[in-house]
């Protein structure tokens, strides 16, 4: 069965220091990974996916097929990283997501 | 539009009512997709079109649960006599192609069932 798995419901760091939001998944084909983010207020918006290999706001996500995970990681923490962050995956011939229950990043000054 | 347009952004409905939520997608994107979020969980994907075509229906409850995508027009969700369990955030989304794209969403519609 297709599953993404966000084990951590909340994630509290200081500024400045680095930050890794787990996220594995489970899927039989060639899947596709995205994170996404929610600022407070803020509409669901596309932070990274794994076939693009960018770096955005200083995230960056590997995809490890062998560990089944696409993590994603900021060397420093910043206040305004604070957010929801979630996990999605996809490569279904449907195209729909599938996504992890989330994880709330605190960054505290 | 360049956002997808989801209204209205809260609704309260008595059990048994009828609900319906709209949701304008970005000019020129093929593809919609509702989910529904309740209680801040994970999203449950709940119907897909391609155009006006539903395209994926898998996550739709059997019952009182429709959606529709006309030509020149919203789509919406629409659930026929309300449950408290259908308390839940539905967010629609948009994508100019089914795989290995960016769904934009909209803000979400926060349905109450009292």
């Known amino acids: 069965a297709q599953r993404v798995t966000q084990p951590e419901k909340l994630l509290s760091v200081f500024k400045g220091a680095p930050v890794e939001l787990k996220c594995n998944y489970s899927y039989s084909g060639s899947p596709e990974l995205f994170w996404y983010v929610q600022y407070s207020r803020q509409r669901l918006q596309l932070l990274l996916r794994h076939i693009s290999r960018e770096s955005i706001k200083g995230f960056t996500a590997d995809l490890n097929k062998g560990e089944t995970s696409f993590h994603l990681k900021k060397p420093f923490a910043q206040e305004e990283d604070s957010a929801m962050y979630y996990c999605a995956l996809g490569g279904g011939s449907q195209g729909n997501l599938i996504f992890g229950k989330g994880t709330k990043l605190s960054v505290k000054p | 539009g360049e956002e997808v347009a989801q209204t209205p952004k809260h609704l309260v409905r008595g059990e048994g009512q009828k609900a319906k939520l709209y949701c304008a997608p970005i000019k020129g994107h093929s593809y919609v997709f509702w989910y529904q979020q309740v209680l801040k969980n994970e999203f449950k994907f709940l119907i897909s079109?391609?155009?006006?075509?539903?395209?994926?229906e898998t996550g739709m409850p059997k019952e009182r649960f429709s959606a529709k995508c006309l030509p020149n027009s919203p789509c919406s969700l629409e659930i026929q006599a309300t449950k408290l369990e259908d308390s839940a955030v539905y967010f629609c989304a948009s994508s100019p192609n089914r795989v290995n794209t960016e769904a934009f969403f909209g803000q979400g519609t926060r349905l109450t069932v009292v």
């Open positions: 079109f391609q155009n006006e075509n539903v395209f994926d």
